[in-house]
């Protein structure tokens, strides 16, 4: 199993960026394929936001994120970061990254996709 923690979270005022960083410590006998974004507002089904693919950096967006919110990795550090910019309290809401070990030419944003997790860090946009 594969132990991921993020970080990053805060309080940022409306229109303000941040950027999420998931690290993902992966074994010689366990590694991931894909790593994606989701967030969890308050009395709100968990939403899948943003993937990437680790092998050939295919990425996908959720629509309600698109053309604010960057995915990217660091293989070397073992990282993938979600640049978060033209933030909303809409935007509220416990971030999660979760990792795939099944082999796939793209990367979900599906929960059920999704084994391993990360313990979550809290955005708050307000003013």
């Known amino acids: 199993q594969l132990r991921l923690v993020e970080s990053g979270g805060g309080l940022v005022q409306p229109g303000g960026s941040l950027t999420l960083s998931c690290a993902a410590s992966?074994?010689?006998?366990?590694?991931?394929?894909?790593i994606a974004w989701f967030r969890q507002a308050p009395g709100k089904e968990r939403e899948g936001i943003s993937c990437?693919?680790?092998?050939?950096?295919?990425?996908y967006y959720a629509q309600s994120i698109k053309d604010r919110f960057t995915i990217s990795r660091d293989n070397a550090k073992d990282t993938v970061s979600l640049h978060m910019s033209g933030l909303k309290p809409d935007d509220n809401a416990v971030y999660y990254c979760?990792?795939?070990?099944?082999?796939?030419?793209?990367?979900?944003?599906?929960?059920?996709?999704?084994?391993?997790w990360g313990q979550g860090t809290q955005v708050t946009v307000s003013s």
């Open positions: 979760a990792a795939s070990t099944v082999a796939a030419h793209k990367c979900s944003i599906f929960t059920m996709a999704y084994r391993d």
């Open positions: 990437i693919n680790k092998r050939n950096n295919y990425t």
């Open positions: 992966s074994g010689p006998t366990t590694d991931y394929f894909t």
